[in-house]
């Protein structure tokens, strides 16, 4: 019944910016641990970036670090992922993801109880 819709890929130029939403539903998300994953041809789903949907802690893969901003709308129930500077090897297909709990900070696919279908950035040059 969890829902997690992406949304906000495209196809951009490198430089350029991109704002991916989660939109979240079906629960009551306010003790759960929101993350966004990405994966890029060929490659394993990685995690990108995480936040507490209370607006807690953030976490951020050494690869993004800089460029990536995760943060959340509780009224919305909207997770977002602004990515500053898109370089073509972020193209991949960026998925939001969550599971109960957001006392720990998790970084492995197999944590996560819920994901969305993703949605696709890709970076030309």
């Known amino acids: 019944q969890v829902q997690l819709v992406e949304s906000g890929g495209g196809l951009v130029q490198a430089g350029e910016s991109l704002r991916l939403s989660c939109a979240a539903s079906?629960?009551?998300?306010?003790?759960?641990?929101m993350a966004w994953f990405r994966q890029g041809p060929g490659k394993e789903r990685e995690f990108v970036a995480g936040?507490?949907?209370?607006?807690?802690?953030?976490y951020y893969a050494d690869s993004v670090k800089g460029r990536f901003t995760i943060s959340g709308d509780n009224a919305k129930n909207t997770v977002y992922l602004q990515i500053d500077s898109l370089k073509p090897e972020d193209t991949a297909v960026y998925y939001c993801?969550?599971?109960?709990?957001?006392?720990?900070?998790?970084?492995?696919?197999?944590?996560?109880?819920?994901w969305g279908q993703g949605t696709q950035v890709t970076v030309s040059s």
């Open positions: 993801a969550a599971r109960p709990g957001s006392a720990y900070y998790y970084t492995a696919r197999a944590s996560y109880n819920y």
């Open positions: 079906g629960r009551t998300f306010s003790n759960y641990f």
């Open positions: 936040i507490r949907w209370s607006g807690g802690s953030t």
